[in-house]
Each structure stands twice: as structure tokens, then as C-alpha cells.
């Protein structure tokens, strides 16, 4: 439905404590600002400073492994133990100094990484090499139900640690074909147990997180990073999408973040233009209440404006558009614009 008073300044109220200032989502991009040992540094702080320059009512930090058999790059944020928090706290304490809700994505790589980085063997739901684009990696070992408690203790002290911080919301990073990506997808989950074999089995990891992590921190938002399909033959389809992101809504969470593709987040070859990976999030933003998260080649303020007037999604990510240059991205996509504009344009 077309809302000629909604556009990219519009305020969004996620719940009675908070409110986004405006539609704009700075989404997790890893910065390699981290040291060997995942520990913020200086560079992450200032890299955060100059993000909040955009002006986004929303910044997500990075995704950051919640266990060392999770981390996938030398130089990635962790959130895996107590010591972490004090720099953590500093990139929660820049982002909301800049006027934007902070946020953390919590991520474990599960089979998508390789030993160098995790110490040791890959931990998978079945033991299927995950396809991603770039490389063939190893065979990862099928997860027995203990080592299933441990990614849920992991998870649940990793959103601990990020409530210590100061962060204002969590997301689970179950997108690009990172460890909960391989839970819900028929490609990597062939379990026949409890964990896997339909759709909601498959998302059980998942909404067993959210749920002890909702009722750990009744205040804190909660987004899930989803795929809106892992574009694979045989892979999690759109429909599938739906009914995950209805359940994660039912279990008390407060937006959910759609990206796409096992392979990675890259365009497929198929997409062109800003959003091109908006279609899925249109979908399931029309079977939600939740705001949605949109991304893909997002750039302009006026196509922002064409989403949310239109109520295809209720946020924008804007990711390389705004690594790029934050400050100039403001300057031409937010500043100097009356109400009124909004009324005549589109
Ligand atoms: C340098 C870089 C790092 C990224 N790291 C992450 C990440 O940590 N977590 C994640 O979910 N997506 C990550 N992404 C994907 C972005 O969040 C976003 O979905 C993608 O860049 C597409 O949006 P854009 O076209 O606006 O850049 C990364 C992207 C870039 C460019």
C-alpha cells in the first residue's frame, strides 16, 4: 500500500524503549580491523566512528565468531569470551554516540571455514561440504546432539556478552552459508533426528537461541540475518523462508534481516539494479508484522524512499555505498531535504 507521509527519514518504532531515527540499515561487513585474537582494536573504533557518519538509524557490527571452531578469517571480531567486552563496549558506545541503535551479528562458521582459523576439525549438521563459489572446502564432522548444546551455550553467551557491551540488539547471522545457513538448508542438513528432515526441524537450532536468549533479556532486540533462498537447486526456497521468519516472529523476534545465497552474498548473475536481492524481502515483509530488512545494491535515498512508501520492505540496507564514503553518502542521500519533496517526488 502506498504511504505518501513514509520515506527514508521516517522513524520506526521497534518496541516502547526504542525507536530507529530513520529506514537506513548499515549491515554487518567484516572490517579485518580485529587483532589475532579477535580482540577490537583502535582501527575497529575509528572504522565504527566513521560508519556512524552516515547517519543510519541503524548500524549492525560485523559478524563476530561466538567460539574459536567458528571463526572463519584471522582478523575477525570474536564475542567468544568475557575479555572481549570492554572493546566491544567502545564500538557500541561510537555507533550510539552517532545517534543510531547499535547492533552485533553473531556468527559461527560451522563448515564454512578451514583449520587454520578454527583450530581444528569443522563442525557441520551432516557433514556436507558446504558449496560455496570461491573455493572447494574440507569435509566437515557430522555434529552430535552435544556438540549441538555447545553452539546453543555459545550463542546464548555471546548475546551475554554483547548485552554487557551496551549493544541494543543481536542478530543471528544464518544467511551467506555460515553455520546456522548449513542448519536450515535441505543442501547441508540431511539429519534425520530432532534437527533436521523439514523445515521447521531445520530451524529448531535457531529458535531454540532465540528463545533462551528472549527470555534471558526480555529488553533486547533480536534480529535473524535469513536467506531468502540459498539460490542452489534443492536448496531452501522462498516459501521456506516464509514459514521460518513467521515462526522466529511468533518466538519474539523484532526484525529479521533478508540476504541471500548458500554461495555468499554476492549478485547473482540473474539480478540487476538497486535491490536485487529485494524480492525475497518483499515476500516475506507481506507475510510478517516485523520489519524486514532489505539489501542488495541499495545507493539512493529515492529508491529507499520507493521501498518503504510502497510497504515492500520497512528498512534498507546500504552496505558498500556507504563503507565507501558514510559521510558523503549523508550528505547526498539525507541532508537538505524538506517533507514536502518526499510528497512531490515518485
Ligand atoms: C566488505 C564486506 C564484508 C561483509 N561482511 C558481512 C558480514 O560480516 N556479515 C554479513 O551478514 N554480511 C556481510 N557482508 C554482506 C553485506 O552485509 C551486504 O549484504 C552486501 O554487501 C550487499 O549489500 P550492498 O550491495 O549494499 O553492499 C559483507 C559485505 C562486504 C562488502
Redesign the pocket.
Known amino acids: 500500500m502506498k504511504n505518501l507521509t513514509t520515506h527514508r527519514l521516517t522513524p520506526l518504532k521497534l518496541t516502547n524503549q526504542i525507536t530507529l531515527s530513520n529506514r537506513i540499515v548499515v549491515?554487518?561487513?567484516?572490517s579485518g580491523t580485529s587483532d589475532l585474537n579477535g580482540f577490537a582494536t583502535q582501527e575497529s573504533v575509528n572504522h565504527y566512528t566513521r560508519l556512524g557518519t552516515s547517519q543510519a538509524g541503524l548500524v549492525i557490527v560485523?559478524?563476530s565468531f561466538v567460539h574459536l571452531s567458528g571463526r572463519s578469517e584471522a582478523h575477525q571480531l570474536g564475542i567468544n569470551n568475557d575479555e572481549q567486552i570492554s572493546g566491544l563496549a567502545r564500538l557500541a558506545a561510537t555507533i550510539q554516540h552517532s545517534g543510531a541503535v547499535a547492533g552485533i551479528?553473531l556468527t559461527h562458521a560451522g563448515g564454512k571455514t578451514e583449520r587454520i582459523f578454527s583450530g581444528g576439525a569443522l563442525q557441520s549438521p551432516s557433514g556436507v561440504i558446504v558449496p560455496v563459489k570461491d573455493r572447494t572446502l574440507e569435509t566437515p564432522s557430522e555434529m552430535a546432539l552435544t556438540e549441538i548444546k555447545d553452539w546453543k551455550d555459545w550463542f546464548i553467551s555471546a548475546a551475554d556478552r554483547a548485552v554487557k557491551a551496551g549493544f541494543d540488539l543481536v542478530e543471528l547471522?544464518a544467511?551467506?552459508g555460515y553455520g546456522l545457513n548449513q542448519w536450515l538448508s535441505p543442501i547441508t542438513n540431511k539429519r534425520t533426528d530432532d534437527y533436521g528432515g523439514s523445515i521447521m526441524k531445520n530451524s529448531r537450532i535457531i529458535l531454540e537461541i532465540v528463545r533462551e536468549i528472549r527470555s534471558q533479556h526480555p529488553g533486547l532486540l533480536l534480529s535473524v540475518?535469513l536467506p531468502g533462498q540459498d539460490f542452489i537447486d534443492g536448496g531452501l526456497t522462498v516459501s521456506d523462508a516464509v514459514l521460518v521468519a513467521q515462526e522466529l516472529e511468533r518466538t519474539g523476534v523484532n526484525i529479521i534481516n533478508i540476504?541471500s545465497g548458500i554461495g555468499g552474498?554476492k549478485r547473482p548473475g540473474s539480478r540487476n539494479g538497486e535491490g536485487y536481492l529485494i524480492e525475497e524481502a518483499v515476500m516475506i515483509q507481506s507475510q510478517l508484522s516485523v520489519p524486514v530488512i532489505g539489501?542488495?545494491?541499495?545507493e539512493s535515498g529515492a529508491f529507499i524512499d520507493h521501498l518503504v512508501r510502497n510497504s515492500k520492505v520497512s528498512l534498507a540496507?546500504?552496505?558498500?555505498?556507504i563503507?565507501k564514503d558514510p559521510a558523503s553518502w549523508a550528505k547526498a542521500q539525507l541532508q537538505g531535504l524538506r517533507p514536502t519533496q518526499y510528497l512531490e517526488s515518485n
Do not use: T
Open positions: 549491515p554487518p561487513m567484516a560485523e559478524y551479528q547471522h544467511a551467506h540475518r540476504s552474498w539489501v542488495g545494491g541499495i540496507a546500504v552496505g558498500r555505498a563503507l
